[in-house]
């Protein structure tokens, strides 16, 4: 008999109590002893997860990337850690993406129960673990600026409002971002653990999170006219080949800014530069379609 923890967000982005349910119903009728926790503050999935009591076969996160961050932060410290799974919310979530997590309450129950499983690579970004990237500059000032409320009303189109409400007035600072003894210069850098990057867009299409390796985007110019031509190659899938941009994979980085710079890490505001970047010793364990 399988125990399964379900714990849901539910201030995510498309959160359906519902689906939930006929998730919990499926895996019951299969046997697994299945609860469900709703959080009721942001922090309570990392608390979960690093609690070394938690005797549970698999750890199923019902949100999006920040509430699977959590979850990752929190195993950090537990020893023995469970296996992860993931009922895909959330705005953007890249990370269901990464792995083509089914959408269908029956399908994803099917994936916990045949337990597939792949490792869960991730990067440390000033110690704090990203699955998929931590950034600095433009990006990151639009996730520090985000009202949740706009977020809550137009999804992924409040990211694209509020770009072009900071971008006409914002102060873009020079960046330098040491990589691996190497020294590059650009006004947004992201590091990157995975293929993609704010939903199905491909940024590095060598990456993956199920296997080892981080890289480094730097982009070199931000001013409205590039911004616009980065956000179409972006949508494209081809930002990784557009003019103005280098991708480098590392094993160690640094980025540094002449004045602190916004960070952040899975689509939430991670402080600000600089940022110290590596790979994460090990990873986890996550079930795979
Ligand atoms: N009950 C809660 N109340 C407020 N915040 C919460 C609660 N539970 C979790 N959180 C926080 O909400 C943040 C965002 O959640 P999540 O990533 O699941 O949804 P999202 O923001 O809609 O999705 P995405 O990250 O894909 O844009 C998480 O980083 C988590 O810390």
């Given amino acids: 008999m399988k125990n399964v923890l379900i714990i849901a967000n539910p201030t995510s982005g498309g959160y359906d109590p519902r689906r939930i349910e006929l998730i919990e119903d499926y895996l019951a009728q299969a046997g697994c002893k299945v609860e469900i926790r709703l959080t009721t503050h942001a922090g309570e999935i990392e608390q979960i997860a690093s609690d070394p009591r938690l005797a549970v ?6 949100g999006g990337d920040g509430s699977v961050n959590e979850a990752l932060t929190g195993f950090q410290v537990n020893a023995a850690p469970p296996d992860l799974a993931v009922i895909p ?6 990370l269901a993406h990464e792995l083509g997590l089914p959408k ?3 399908a994803i129950a099917r994936s916990i129960l045949a337990h597939r499983t ?10 704090h673990p990203f699955v998929l990237m931590a950034s600095a500059g433009m990006d990151a000032d639009v996730v520090h600026a985000l009202p949740l409320a706009l977020k809550r009303k137009f999804g992924k189109l409040a990211y694209v409002l509020t770009a072009i409400k900071i971008g006409l007035t914002r102060r873009s600072s020079e960046m330098t971002v040491e990589v691996d003894g190497k020294s590059l210069t650009g006004k947004l850098i992201v590091a990157t653990n995975g293929r993609f990057y704010g939903g199905p867009f491909v940024v590095c299409p060598d990456a993956s999170v199920t296997t080892s390796g981080l890289h480094v985007l730097v982009l070199q110019k931000d001013d409205p006219i590039s911004a616009l031509r980065f956000g179409i190659a972006l949508l494209l899938g081809r930002v ?5 941009v280098t991708v480098t994979a590392f094993e160690k980085a640094k980025i540094l800014a002449k004045a602190p710079t916004a960070v952040q890490i899975d689509g939430d505001p991670y402080g600000a530069t600089p940022v110290a970047l590596e790979a994460g010793a090990h990873g986890y364990t996550i079930v795979v379609p």
Avoid at 57 to 62: F, G, M, N, Q, S
Avoid at 89 to 94: D, E, K, L
């Fill in 57 to 62: 076969d698999v750890l199923v996160i019902a």
């Fill in 240 to 244: 990784h080949k557009a003019r103005g």
């Fill in 104 to 106: 269908r309450p029956l």
């Fill in 89 to 94: 919310a959330g705005t953007a979530n890249v």
């Fill in 118 to 127: 792949k490792p869960l690579h991730f990067g440390l970004a000033n110690g």
